[in-house]
Nanobody, 127 residues
Framework: QLQLVESGGGLVQPGGSLTLSCAVSGPTLDYYSIGWFRQTPGTAREGVSNIRTDTGDTLYAGPVKGRFRITRDNAKRSVYLQMINLKPEDTGVYYC????????????????????WGQGTQVTVSS
């Protein structure tokens, strides 16, 4: 069973920065993309960013474009989400997830297409 563990969350002031990490472990398994999602109480989980593990192609949700950057280190089986100029509306629990099928672009932010999930890490942006 593939396992994902997020880290790097915390409390930061508006305008601050954080880098989240997603470490993948477990049996060797072809997974085609890693997605970052976030959720706040009472709202649906939303896709934030995605990276294809074979091509390195990336995708960003509109509200985070230009402020978030997703990268991967295949040797370390890790994916990172660098977040700058954070805003209060970025607050939420951030999850990384792995898709074991190659998804078309329009499904990369569909959380029901991801088979493996981490436990989440809390990001709070507040003064």
């Amino acid at each position: 069973q593939l396992q994902l563990v997020e880290s790097g969350g915390g409390l930061v002031q508006p305008g601050g920065s954080l880098t989240l990490s997603c470490a993948v472990s477990g049996p060797t398994l072809d997974y085609y993309s890693i997605g970052w999602f976030r959720q706040t109480p009472g709202t649906a989980r939303e896709g934030v960013s995605n990276i294809r593990t074979d091509t390195g192609d990336t995708l960003y949700a509109g509200p985070v474009k230009g402020r978030f950057r997703i990268t991967r280190d295949n040797a370390k089986r890790s994916v990172y989400l660098q977040m700058i100029n954070l805003k209060p509306e970025d607050t939420g629990v951030y999850y990384c997830a792995a898709a074991d099928q190659r998804l078309p672009t329009w499904e990369l932010f569909s959380d029901d297409k991801y088979r493996f999930w981490g436990q989440g890490t809390q990001v709070t942006v507040s003064s």
